[in-house]
Each structure stands twice: as C-alpha cells, then as structure tokens.
C-alpha cells in the first residue's frame, strides 16, 4: 500500500545538525512532488520545504531557509531533510507529505503523509 | 505571506449536528484551499481540497466551500469518529500556510 515512514529523529543540542530520511513505497515516487510539514508539541502544522519531481525546484519557510535543506534520491525512493544550526524552536514532529498529483499546481496539497518523527532540541 | 485564521479555534457538539469551521485568508486565494482532519497522536488526512473537492474515500457529510478569502468547512451531520481538530491550508503561494486549527469536541 502507498506509504511514507519517516525516520532519524532524536533529541539533538542546539547548534548540532540532523537529518531526516522518508522511505516511499507503494508508488512512483519519481512522479510525486514532496513537502516536509512540522508540528510543535501541542501547536498547529507549519509547511517547512517543498522539492520538485527531479529535486530542481525547492522552496522553504523563512524560519528554516538557510539552515535546512531538502533533498531527493528517486532511484532510492526516498526524501531527506538535512537540519542545521538546530535551536529549541525546531522541536516538532516531523512529517513528510505527498504532493496531490493530477491538474497543475494540486501538488500543493497534500494527500498521504507518513506517521511523522519526533525531533527535540535541548541542552 | 498569506495568514490563515480559522474560527472558532475550538467547539464542542453533539452526534448529528451540524458543525461549520470558517477560515479566512488575509488575501485573495482563490479557490486553494484544503482542509485536513488530525486526530490526536496521529498524522494529518486531506479532506477537501480546491476548496469544494472531496478527497477519494472521504465521507459525503464532508462539504467545503468559499472563493477569495472567506471559506467555509461543514459536517452536515457529526459522527463519533469526527471528533478531532481541523486544518485549513492555502496552496496560493509560498510560503504554503495553515491556519490555527478547530478542535471539534463532544458536547
């Protein structure tokens, strides 16, 4: 079945750098655009960064441009969040989310997400 | 960027009443627009997007609507497993935002 299972959380210092990994299967992943979405313990969802089918167009939010990086190994069927300069308000669960497929633009929903990874920066 | 503010940001009734959600968007967004369920401990599903779309397998009691920047999300008729919190999300534009969320609780 389509699936996404995200991995590498942990407890981290601030400063330090982390890297998230999500393993897709159960469907094409070359063809889906894909979207990392956080939530602090007890807040809303915030969108974090988006990547393009081949991994040429990425998009971030002001609060992680700079320091975070996504990338893509379609070969691999995976998608990874490179953290850096990580401070406590990065603490969230992490999700990774696929983009809808079918009319222009749709992508920007997103319709399977996978279980999310629990990421906390402190000292 | 475009701020998402939902009201209310929480409500609590009864199985088989009709609930509404309303989100509105500090600027023009079209019809971009979603709306997720999450439950507690658990990832967020879509529901409805383009503003009117119901998502494949989501139930019929499920309505969206709105164009611009006033949207409306109805449960025409609660179930037990709808209780939970709701998410609206514009996909104008980056940077992609949320709105605070409404949680549904049991009266």
């Known amino acids: 079945q389509v699936q996404l299972v995200e991995s590498g959380g942990g407890v981290v210092q601030p400063g330090r750098s982390l890297r998230l990994s999500c393993a897709a299967s159960?469907?094409?992943?070359?063809?889906?655009?894909m979207h990392w979405v956080r939530q602090a313990p007890g807040k809303g969802l915030e969108w974090v960064a988006f990547?393009?089918?081949?991994?040429?167009?990425?998009y971030y939010a002001d609060s992680v441009r700079g320091r975070f990086t996504i990338s893509r190994d379609n070969s691999k069927d995976t998608l990874w969040l490179q953290m850096n300069s990580l401070t406590t308000e990065d603490t969230s669960v992490y999700y990774c989310a696929r983009g809808v497929a079918g009319a222009q633009y749709y992508y920007y929903y997103m319709d399977v997400w996978g279980k999310g990874t629990a990421v906390t920066v402190s000292s | 960027d475009i701020q998402m503010t939902q009201s209310p940001s929480s409500v609590s009734a009864s199985v088989g009443d009709r609930v509404t959600i309303t989100c509105r968007a500090s600027?023009?967004?079209?019809?971009?627009l979603a709306w997720y369920q999450q439950k507690p401990g658990r990832a967020p599903t879509l529901l409805i997007y383009?503003?009117?779309t119901l998502q494949s397998g989501v139930p019929s009691r499920f309505i969206g609507g709105g164009s611009g920047t006033d949207f409306t999300f109805t449960i025409s008729s609660l179930q037990p497993e709808d209780f939970a919190t709701y998410y609206c999300?514009?996909?104008?534009?980056?940077?992609?935002?949320f709105g605070g969320g409404t949680k549904v609780e049991i009266k």
């Open positions: 999300q514009q996909a104008n534009r980056f940077p992609l935002t």
């Open positions: 990547i393009s089918y081949d991994g040429s167009d990425k």
């Open positions: 383009a503003a009117v």
């Open positions: 600027q023009s967004i079209s019809t971009w």
């Open positions: 159960g469907f094409t992943f070359s063809t889906y655009i």
